[in-house]
């Protein structure tokens, strides 16, 4: 049991700084891709990179089902009105930046210190994480030069 309850404590240690830089990356690749998805109009193709946008339109269901049945049951009138509604269809259109490396094309070492010094890190401190974190990144990733999409707008 004290074992299990250390492991814990470090766990919930290690997830503060953790999380604290996976939003930091987050927020950082959010601002980017809409950056670039301003900027690119269509379609970009660079020497390594290549990026372009796409809509779609899509239907979404209204959300809150659970609490509607509750209510439903106690005011059946006033219920089925309710979940009338929630059971339209509203239209979304959702404007998508594809993105990805060319085959045989990589990024380099520089590339990935760049984005961890930009999220705090101190160079050093880069430098000593980025073989680990490049370890794990490719034991997670199913396809080396998978193409990638990020949601930049939705209207």
Known sequence: MENQ?????AE???????????QKVRKSKMSDAKSIAEM????FDGNRVYAFIEEEDKDRAR????????FEQEFPKYGAILKGKINEKRKLSEKYLYFGLYDGCKLTSEDYLGVLQNIGLTERAARELYPE??????????EKGEERSIIVGTY
């Not at 309850?5 to 404590?9: D, P, Q, S």
């Not at 919930?12 to 996976?22: A, G, H, N, T």
């Not at 690119?40 to 379609?43: D, M």
């Not at 974190?133 to 199913?142: D, G």
Request: cysteine-free; aromatic content about 0%.
């Open 5 to 9: 309850i250390v492991k814990l404590i």
């Open 12 to 22: 919930d240690r290690l997830q503060v700084p953790m999380s604290s830089l996976e």
């Open 40 to 43: 690119i109009g269509e379609k």
């Open 63 to 70: 959300g809150m089902k659970e609490a509607v049945a509750e």
């Open 133 to 142: 974190l490049l370890n794990l990144s490719r034991k997670l990733v199913k």
